[in-house]
């Protein structure tokens, strides 16, 4: 039996413990460039069931604002953690943000078993060089700052066994070509700036490339083959192989979009609420969306307008040649005669997430206010789309208060109530299972291990 799923979700939102055991066996230690000390560890569940990330800070280690998880792909999530440094720019000592990124990948980079956790040089250089041009140059606090101090912009695509990239892609709404930044060491110790060029790929007859970039403001970065994949959901995908010395940005519209989703949605919750695009480990990428049959995104449902769920993917007919192709369509007649669906609420299903390990299944949130309470009611149900079965599902709960009151106001119920994040899908378990069989294999008897995972759940019975 395999110690851990071979794909998770991974809930954004961080769990710090103070007694996180060292030796877990997912758990990698590392410092930052502000003498933080930290370890990082997981608690796994099989979707859709949600996982967490474990963060144990040494007693005496600096303080820092933030730790999130920006991006995945195979064995390798990229990291951030946000700290302040003092600046003189003139006669007031001021504090300014700094931002360190890490590799965690689940085989050590010394080619042993346990996880490793790797800082990575500074984006925008290293403390001594950011103060020395803060007190020469000043500060000035722009929105690209603003989307890298929340990993926007960044992704992590990994290349054979050994090799990775790290590339964050700065689009310009002025004349000025995009940037891409690229970290990757096998090339360069250093991030390297790159001005790739756009073209776009079979998009409409009114498309409009100022538009675009103008309005353009990336949502999320997947992974899909040696190439990274910027989404703005309000309208489609820019790929680039980060590993090219002369790099190309494609763009490929959505072949349909959320109504009344407009640009000034970004960052409200409101962009991935219904739609998602995700890559599945047999190489497809896919593309999905909710759409409730009243045409609104926000405001009261009612049951009788129903709502859509589509799935297209992505096909490759020749080389820079992309067309979506429409795979699945489910009604929410269709799901609610279900029988794991008899006793869940009948609201618009969102937030989905693709299944990696199968592209038929995708796993969704269902949210419900409770009355007089500042939390909601919340599941989690996996769903076949092709054969229209549901798989699995599982409440959502606070990590800190399982066995306890759901109620309380702790920091994780303040923050899910108020803004409800989308979870990072990610394989790097599955790594974690093939180097336990190879360090059972080469020592011969299969060892104990502290890690375990729970299994998916059946369809819940849960009163309405």
């Known amino acids: 039996m395999a110690l851990f799923p071979d794909w998770v979700m991974l809930d954004r939102f961080v769990v710090r413990r103070d007694d996180l055991d060292v030796d877990d066996s997912t758990v990698a230690s590392g ?21 967490r ?14 730790f999130r ?22 006669r007031t000592l001021r504090k300014y943000g700094m931002i360190d990124f ?9 080619g042993s078993s346990r996880p490793s956790l790797d800082l990575l040089p500074a984006v925008d250089g290293t403390e001594a060089e950011v103060r020395t041009r803060i007190e020469a140059e000043g500060f000035v606090w722009t929105n690209q700052r603003e989307r890298r101090a929340k990993g926007l912009d960044l992704g992590v695509v990994r290349r054979g066994e050994k090799e990775f990239a790290v590339a964050e892609l700065q689009v310009s709404c ?11 060491p096998t090339k360069s110790s250093q991030w390297e700036i790159k001005q790739p060029p756009l073209i776009p790929v079979g998009c409409a007859d009114d498309f409009s490339l100022e538009r675009l970039l103008f309005y353009w403001n990336a949502d999320k970065v997947v992974t899909f083959g040696s190439s990274l994949c910027w989404i703005d959901y309000c309208y489609g995908i820019i790929f680039c192989d980060v590993f090219d010395d002369t790099p190309v940005l494609y763009y490929k519209e959505f072949p349909s979009k959320v109504p009344n989703l407009y640009d000034n949605c970004h960052g409200t919750g409101w962009v991935d609420a219904y739609q998602t695009v995700g890559v599945t480990s047999c190489g497809s990428l896919k593309y999905v969306t909710v759409v409730r049959g009243d045409g609104k995104i926000t405001g009261e449902f009612t049951e009788s ?10 096909k490759r007919t020749e080389v820079n040649k992309m067309e979506w192709e429409k795979t699945d369509e489910a009604t929410s007649d269709d799901l609610w005669r279900l029988d794991g669906f008899q006793n869940l609420p009948r609201i618009p299903l969102r937030f989905p997430h693709i299944s990696i390990d199968d592209p038929n299944v995708v796993c969704f949130v269902l949210r419900r206010r409770v009355e007089g309470k500042c939390y909601h009611e919340t599941w989690l149900v996996s769903v076949d789309l092709s054969s229209k079965a549901v798989k699995a599902s599982h409440p959502y709960s606070n990590p800190e208060l399982e066995e306890t009151d759901i109620s309380c106001e702790t920091d994780f119920s303040k923050s899910k109530y108020w803004y409800f994040e989308s979870f990072l899908p990610t394989e790097f378990t ?12 080469l020592h011969g008897e ?7 995972f729970m299994e998916s759940s059946k369809p819940l019975e849960l009163t309405g």
């Open 53 to 66: 990330i474990l963060l144990r800070v040494d007693a005496g280690a600096s303080s820092f604002n933030n």
């Open 69 to 90: 998880v920006v991006a995945a792909h195979r064995d390798a999530l990229l990291l951030q953690m946000s700290y302040l440094i003092e600046a003189r720019p003139g």
């Open 430 to 441: 599955k790594y974690m299972n093939l180097l336990s069989t190879r360090t059972d294999l």
């Open 305 to 314: 307008s129903g709502f859509t769920v589509t799935s297209w993917t992505l």
């Open 31 to 51: 410092s930052g460039s502000g003498e933080h000390v930290f370890h990082v560890g997981f608690q796994l569940h099989a979707p859709p069931r949600v996982s």
């Open 174 to 184: 002025s004349k000025e070509p995009s940037e891409l930044h690229v970290f990757c």
């Open 102 to 110: 890490f590799l965690y990948r689940a085989a050590g980079t010394d």
């Open 446 to 452: 299969p060892k104990p291990r502290k890690r375990k």
